[in-house]
């Protein structure tokens, strides 16, 4: 098996540098970057420089750059076609990508670019012969006795060229033979009736076939002496998928590439790179081996290459298939051949066998003549490569081993939408890619995030939250968020866009709010990237192909509280070796348990693969396989696993019986996060910290303890919202874990972060009430409070009523002008901007800037009261400032932030610019002619009758008074009486 080039920048680091610094402000490795689409090639040069200072501006770490086409009209959406433009990989279409890298380079803005102007390598310097390839089959009956001499027809749908004749096409085989119904007995008029259009899914054909391969000329003609009896000729060849490299670009940009056929690969690569950088390296075209020589430096900012989701249709041959297949398989597939059409040859047992070999051996030239060889490629030209060679559709691949030959596995997951990828199952194709990562040494795991297929301008982060902290807690921690459309000033605003993805650009409306987002996603994905991930249990997949990973589950023989990877047999074999009893791989993960699949087939390499860490002292548990995969060496090979298979279990070295769950209890190894359904977890370990992800997965509070399998560290809140940390001083060590109290708001997120050891604590807390420090209590309502430190003692209070107070009055709020609504209004009372009378205000989109003045009374400053501001109810986002003093922005309730000391008696100034999203402004616009609208786009999903969304500041707006108070400890023998404390 060849080895795999694991590139030294994707191993996974051991420790960061420090932790909490990286966390407050993440390192540019960390930050989520884009898809950066160009329309239809529509680029300004002075555009693509403001749009790569936005990104660097917002903290965004780089981009992929995609020339996709316009997109179709789909879903509702209405779509408008986009005016031309400079095409694809014309001269100022060039010129611009030069200015692009050239503008990231300067802003440090790492820049990724597509290998083809679709989503898969190809271009138009691919000649049919090299394009994707697809199987075609003609036939044609004849009676015996006779002399058949003909041409052969030619299969139906191939593609002709100007001439008329066939643009591609090559013979496989040419076949014979009596077709006959299983279990029945035709006569021949019968025969000649289905004949020869037969029902091919239920005939087994007579043994053996007539090979007449050998007859064909080069012209297709046959010559044959046809023995007694009606005959089927069977032609197979393969031809042209005749598909475009391009997306949805009518007027074509080339074809896709045989991503089976290394020559073809090659030539793509190294033909668009010197496309887009002459005279740097020459063209090589053959061979299966990477000799290419060391080029001129790209510029800098060009980083990587890379191949989008695999979206090529119908391509099921390369021309050196047979070879590859003999090489692979060990025996020759000349006599199933007819099968490629439908039927059976000999038994429906044996065919099967044939067509699982067969899927094999199309998925190892898609891992080893694809994905591995732009992999040593790019590496061979001083870049990276990342794909999306997953998916997302299924196809015949090892998904896991196409994952591993890329420096950062890459898959997908889709925002909420009501016309595509509507099942949860559909919509995240997260887990594989983390366990790519996993189990191949790979430090990042990327998803193309909140791509969404109906949906324009309906999304702000506290919508998209969700789905990004489901990504997190199936493992991945690197963004690239789809997507940042390119739009020249000249298209107005919202601007252009595609038919796909969450719009994010500085078109959208809270732009200036973005980075508030951006940085909550990079600091999750800082953290979710140092060090290891722990995972007790290893799932294998096995040999089956088609062979994907589900999305992130629960395992009823498993259950709550435990994580795991999912393997191959490629990882097994040349990876997995055991380590103190726990198998362990070359960067550092281990797994307490190897559980292995339902299937009756496996190879005898792997079953003796795994025989070894059994031996070795590996947990493994599973049913015994019956047989052999496909073909190869058969019948003997099914013996053979059979022998050994009684052998190891038979020993008691794999276990058939107890649940994953049951066995990890008889291990001692306790669940490693055990807490009430809502809340989940995600665990990751450093030499120095234990970083749990923990996220309320439901719209309500919760208020519950969670037990950690951590013991002998103290643990820390850190708020990936703001960069805030704190200890937490509540918790106790039970069994080997450590349980610690947690409130968790509805969709909160944070991380519970174990790396410092124990010190004064306390282990309960009764009442509504947090220790700020060890004899410190911050009370947020009234009524009694029990403290029990760490050596029993305790302290009890009755916390009285603290004051609140209503921020009322009437509210000015100017509005951003040319937008249709007034320069300003006066709100008596804070109402949606949909309730408003103004036709203006009800269908603005934007920001408005609400002011007012109010008193703030002598009762809220005791020293003993925490003050916040609270907004209430706020539709989307806000930026607040109190006293001329920024607070920064508020994207998710509660809408709230600390003013202790903000505040002051008596007169107070409060601004707030709320930002809400651009529906109404495109719903409002339906009613008016082109000339007058507001919004210019080539995108228009709503008609006037659609109904308005709430919209501004609707509170209440409300100063809360949380009391702090000094704890006394008594002795656990004294008495207490309520009150007992100082303040």
Same mark, same amino acid.
């Given at each position: 098996m060849r080895p795999l080039l694991i590139a030294a920048l994707s191993l996974l680091?051991?420790?960061?540098? *420090?932790?909490v610094s990286e966390f407050r402000n993440p390192p540019p490795e960390a930050r989520p970057r884009v898809y950066w689409l160009w329309l239809h090639s529509s680029v300004a040069k002075d555009r693509i420089t403001f749009d790569l200072e936005q990104m660097h501006a917002k903290g965004i770490g780089g981009m992929i750059q995609w020339d996709p086409g316009p997109g179709p009209s789909r879903y509702g959406t209405r779509a408008t076609d986009l005016p031309p433009s400079p095409l694809w990989m014309s001269q100022p279409w060039r010129d611009a990508l030069h200015h692009a890298l050239n503008e990231a380079g300067r802003l440090n803005l790492d820049f990724t670019l597509f290998l083809s102007p679709g989503p898969n390598c190809g271009g138009p310097w691919?000649?049919?012969?090299?394009?994707?390839?697809?199987?075609?089959?003609?036939s044609v009956a004849v009676t015996g006795p006779t002399r058949f001499s003909a041409t052969l027809p030619l299969p139906d749908g191939l593609a002709k060229? #100007?001439?008329?004749?066939?643009?591609?096409?090559? *013979?496989i085989a040419v076949f014979a033979a009596e077709p006959y119904r299983v279990g029945h007995t035709r006569t021949t008029q019968e025969i000649s009736q289905i004949f020869p259009v037969a029902d091919l899914d239920h005939i087994e054909f007579g043994s053996p076939w007539i090979d007449l391969t050998s007859r064909l000329t080069s012209d297709g003609r046959l010559t044959w002496d046809v023995p007694p009896g009606m005959y089927r000729i069977l032609r197979l060849g393969h031809t042209t998928t005749g598909q475009n490299a391009d997306y949805f670009r009518p007027e074509g940009a080339g074809r896709l590439a045989d991503h089976m056929n290394p020559t073809a690969v090659e030539f793509s690569f190294q033909t668009m790179l010197n496309e887009l950088f002459p005279g740097q390296s020459p063209v090589s075209q053959g061979g299966h081996s990477v000799t290419v020589p060391p080029r001129r430096p790209f510029p800098p900012a060009l980083k990587a290459i890379h191949c989008d989701s695999y979206e090529v249709y119908g391509s099921d041959w390369t021309p050196n298939l047979l070879d590859e297949f003999r090489r692979r398989r060990g025996y020759d597939p000349t006599p199933y051949l007819p099968t490629l059409e439908g039927g059976n040859v000999n038994s429906r047992a044996l065919t099967a066998r044939f067509r699982a070999d067969l899927e094999r051996t199309r998925s190892d030239l898609f891992a080893d003549y694809h994905y591995q060889r732009l992999l040593d490629l790019a590496h061979a030209n001083g870049l990276q490569f990342q794909a999306e060679s997953g998916g997302p559709r299924v196809i015949s691949i090892d998904t896991l081993k196409m994952l591993g030959r890329n420096d950062v596995p890459m898959g997908e997951f889709w925002a909420r939408a009501k016309t595509h990828r509507v099942t949860e199952e559909e919509r995240f194709l997260v887990k594989e890619i983390s366990s790519a990562a996993h189990i191949y040494g790979k430090r990042w795991a990327a998803v193309e995030a909140f791509t969404s297929v109906g949906p324009h301008w309906e999304e702000d982060p506290w919508s998209l939250k969700p789905d990004a902290d489901r990504a997190f807690l199936e493992g991945a921690n690197r963004f690239f968020l789809h997507t940042f459309t390119h739009s020249p000033d000249s298209f107005g605003k919202p601007g252009i866009e595609y038919f796909a993805g969450t719009h994010f650009n500085p078109n959208i409306t809270w732009w200036d709010q973005a980075k508030a987002w951006t940085d909550y996603l990079a600091r999750c994905s800082q953290l979710l990237s140092v060090g290891l991930p722990v995972a007790d249990v290893l799932y294998y997949y096995g040999e089956q192909i088609p062979a994907y990973v589900p999305p992130l589950h629960i395992d009823p023989a498993l259950g709550r509280g435990y994580d795991y990877d999912v393997t191959n047999a490629e990882v097994l074999l040349t990876r997995a070796a055991v380590k103190n009893g726990r198998i362990t791989l070359p960067d550092g993960m281990s797994y307490a348990a190897l559980v292995l699949p339902n299937q009756k087939a496996m190879s005898l390499e792997v079953l003796r693969k795994i025989g070894q860490l059994a031996a070795a002292g590996a947990t493994v548990i599973g049913p015994p396989p019956s047989e052999a995969p496909g073909l190869s060496g058969y019948p003997e090979s099914d013996r053979a696993v059979q022998s050994e298979a009684q052998a190891l279990w038979s020993q008691g070295r794999i276990l058939n019986g107890p649940t994953i769950r049951e066995l990890l209890t008889r291990k001692s190894i306790a669940p490693d996060f055990e807490a009430p359904e809502g809340l989940e977890t995600i665990h990751r370990r450093t030499s120095e910290a234990d970083i749990y992800f923990v996220v309320n997965r439901t719209d309500h509070p919760i208020a519950a303890e969670a037990a950690f399998r951590v013991t002998g560290k103290a643990p820390e809140?850190?708020?990936? *919202?703001? =960069?805030?940390?704190?200890?937490?001083?509540?918790?106790?060590?039970? /069994?080997?874990?450590?349980a610690v109290p947690l409130k968790l708001a509805a969709r909160e997120s944070i991380f519970v972060v174990f790396r410092n050891p124990t010190g004064p604590h306390s282990v309960t807390v009764t009442g509504n009430a947090e220790l700020i420090a060890p004899n410190r209590l911050r009370a947020a309502a009234p009524g009694p409070v029990t403290v029990t430190n760490e050596q029993g003692r305790q302290a009890q209070l009755n916390i009285p009523a603290s004051p609140t107070l209503e921020v009322t009055g009437a509210w000015t709020v100017k509005f951003a002008p040319n937008w249709g609504a007034p320069e300003s209004a006066l709100f008596p009372a804070l109402v949606s901007w949909t309730d408003r009378p103004e036709e203006g205000i009800r269908h603005f989109s934007g920001a408005a800037a609400?002011?007012?003045?109010?008193?703030?009374?002598? #009762?809220?400053?005791? /020293? *003993?009261?925490?003050?916040?501001?609270?907004? =209430?109810?706020?539709?989307?986002?806000?930026?607040?400032?109190?006293? =001329?003093?920024a607070l920064g922005v508020l994207w998710k309730p509660p809408f709230r932030v600390p003013v202790t000391g903000i505040l002051k008696p008596g007169r107070n100034h409060i601004e707030v610019k709320v930002v809400n999203l651009w529906t109404n402004r495109l719903i409002g616009d339906e009613s008016l002619p082109e000339a007058q609208r507001y919004t210019r786009t080539n995108m228009r999903p709503y008609t006037a009758a659609a109904p308005l969304r709430t919209s501004g500041l609707l509170g209440p707006v409300r100063v809360l008074a949380s009391r702090e108070l000094t704890l006394d400890f008594l002795t656990p023998s004294a008495p207490t009486a309520p009150g007992t404390g100082r303040h």
């Amino acid at each position: 098996m060849r080895p795999l080039l694991i590139a030294a920048l994707s191993l996974l680091p051991l420790v960061g540098a *420090d932790l909490v610094s990286e966390f407050r402000n993440p390192p540019p490795e960390a930050r989520p970057r884009v898809y950066w689409l160009w329309l239809h090639s529509s680029v300004a040069k002075d555009r693509i420089t403001f749009d790569l200072e936005q990104m660097h501006a917002k903290g965004i770490g780089g981009m992929i750059q995609w020339d996709p086409g316009p997109g179709p009209s789909r879903y509702g959406t209405r779509a408008t076609d986009l005016p031309p433009s400079p095409l694809w990989m014309s001269q100022p279409w060039r010129d611009a990508l030069h200015h692009a890298l050239n503008e990231a380079g300067r802003l440090n803005l790492d820049f990724t670019l597509f290998l083809s102007p679709g989503p898969n390598c190809g271009g138009p310097w691919i000649t049919p012969a090299l394009s994707a390839q697809r199987l075609v089959f003609s036939s044609v009956a004849v009676t015996g006795p006779t002399r058949f001499s003909a041409t052969l027809p030619l299969p139906d749908g191939l593609a002709k060229d #100007a001439n008329g004749q066939p643009l591609h096409y090559r *013979d496989i085989a040419v076949f014979a033979a009596e077709p006959y119904r299983v279990g029945h007995t035709r006569t021949t008029q019968e025969i000649s009736q289905i004949f020869p259009v037969a029902d091919l899914d239920h005939i087994e054909f007579g043994s053996p076939w007539i090979d007449l391969t050998s007859r064909l000329t080069s012209d297709g003609r046959l010559t044959w002496d046809v023995p007694p009896g009606m005959y089927r000729i069977l032609r197979l060849g393969h031809t042209t998928t005749g598909q475009n490299a391009d997306y949805f670009r009518p007027e074509g940009a080339g074809r896709l590439a045989d991503h089976m056929n290394p020559t073809a690969v090659e030539f793509s690569f190294q033909t668009m790179l010197n496309e887009l950088f002459p005279g740097q390296s020459p063209v090589s075209q053959g061979g299966h081996s990477v000799t290419v020589p060391p080029r001129r430096p790209f510029p800098p900012a060009l980083k990587a290459i890379h191949c989008d989701s695999y979206e090529v249709y119908g391509s099921d041959w390369t021309p050196n298939l047979l070879d590859e297949f003999r090489r692979r398989r060990g025996y020759d597939p000349t006599p199933y051949l007819p099968t490629l059409e439908g039927g059976n040859v000999n038994s429906r047992a044996l065919t099967a066998r044939f067509r699982a070999d067969l899927e094999r051996t199309r998925s190892d030239l898609f891992a080893d003549y694809h994905y591995q060889r732009l992999l040593d490629l790019a590496h061979a030209n001083g870049l990276q490569f990342q794909a999306e060679s997953g998916g997302p559709r299924v196809i015949s691949i090892d998904t896991l081993k196409m994952l591993g030959r890329n420096d950062v596995p890459m898959g997908e997951f889709w925002a909420r939408a009501k016309t595509h990828r509507v099942t949860e199952e559909e919509r995240f194709l997260v887990k594989e890619i983390s366990s790519a990562a996993h189990i191949y040494g790979k430090r990042w795991a990327a998803v193309e995030a909140f791509t969404s297929v109906g949906p324009h301008w309906e999304e702000d982060p506290w919508s998209l939250k969700p789905d990004a902290d489901r990504a997190f807690l199936e493992g991945a921690n690197r963004f690239f968020l789809h997507t940042f459309t390119h739009s020249p000033d000249s298209f107005g605003k919202p601007g252009i866009e595609y038919f796909a993805g969450t719009h994010f650009n500085p078109n959208i409306t809270w732009w200036d709010q973005a980075k508030a987002w951006t940085d909550y996603l990079a600091r999750c994905s800082q953290l979710l990237s140092v060090g290891l991930p722990v995972a007790d249990v290893l799932y294998y997949y096995g040999e089956q192909i088609p062979a994907y990973v589900p999305p992130l589950h629960i395992d009823p023989a498993l259950g709550r509280g435990y994580d795991y990877d999912v393997t191959n047999a490629e990882v097994l074999l040349t990876r997995a070796a055991v380590k103190n009893g726990r198998i362990t791989l070359p960067d550092g993960m281990s797994y307490a348990a190897l559980v292995l699949p339902n299937q009756k087939a496996m190879s005898l390499e792997v079953l003796r693969k795994i025989g070894q860490l059994a031996a070795a002292g590996a947990t493994v548990i599973g049913p015994p396989p019956s047989e052999a995969p496909g073909l190869s060496g058969y019948p003997e090979s099914d013996r053979a696993v059979q022998s050994e298979a009684q052998a190891l279990w038979s020993q008691g070295r794999i276990l058939n019986g107890p649940t994953i769950r049951e066995l990890l209890t008889r291990k001692s190894i306790a669940p490693d996060f055990e807490a009430p359904e809502g809340l989940e977890t995600i665990h990751r370990r450093t030499s120095e910290a234990d970083i749990y992800f923990v996220v309320n997965r439901t719209d309500h509070p919760i208020a519950a303890e969670a037990a950690f399998r951590v013991t002998g560290k103290a643990p820390e809140i850190f708020f990936p *919202d703001t =960069g805030a940390t704190r200890p937490q001083l509540v918790y106790r060590e039970t /069994k080997g874990r450590t349980a610690v109290p947690l409130k968790l708001a509805a969709r909160e997120s944070i991380f519970v972060v174990f790396r410092n050891p124990t010190g004064p604590h306390s282990v309960t807390v009764t009442g509504n009430a947090e220790l700020i420090a060890p004899n410190r209590l911050r009370a947020a309502a009234p009524g009694p409070v029990t403290v029990t430190n760490e050596q029993g003692r305790q302290a009890q209070l009755n916390i009285p009523a603290s004051p609140t107070l209503e921020v009322t009055g009437a509210w000015t709020v100017k509005f951003a002008p040319n937008w249709g609504a007034p320069e300003s209004a006066l709100f008596p009372a804070l109402v949606s901007w949909t309730d408003r009378p103004e036709e203006g205000i009800r269908h603005f989109s934007g920001a408005a800037a609400y002011s007012l003045d109010f008193q703030a009374p002598a #009762a809220l400053f005791s /020293k *003993d009261l925490h003050l916040e501001l609270d907004l =209430g109810q706020v539709a989307n986002l806000a930026e607040l400032s109190l006293n =001329g003093q920024a607070l920064g922005v508020l994207w998710k309730p509660p809408f709230r932030v600390p003013v202790t000391g903000i505040l002051k008696p008596g007169r107070n100034h409060i601004e707030v610019k709320v930002v809400n999203l651009w529906t109404n402004r495109l719903i409002g616009d339906e009613s008016l002619p082109e000339a007058q609208r507001y919004t210019r786009t080539n995108m228009r999903p709503y008609t006037a009758a659609a109904p308005l969304r709430t919209s501004g500041l609707l509170g209440p707006v409300r100063v809360l008074a949380s009391r702090e108070l000094t704890l006394d400890f008594l002795t656990p023998s004294a008495p207490t009486a309520p009150g007992t404390g100082r303040h």
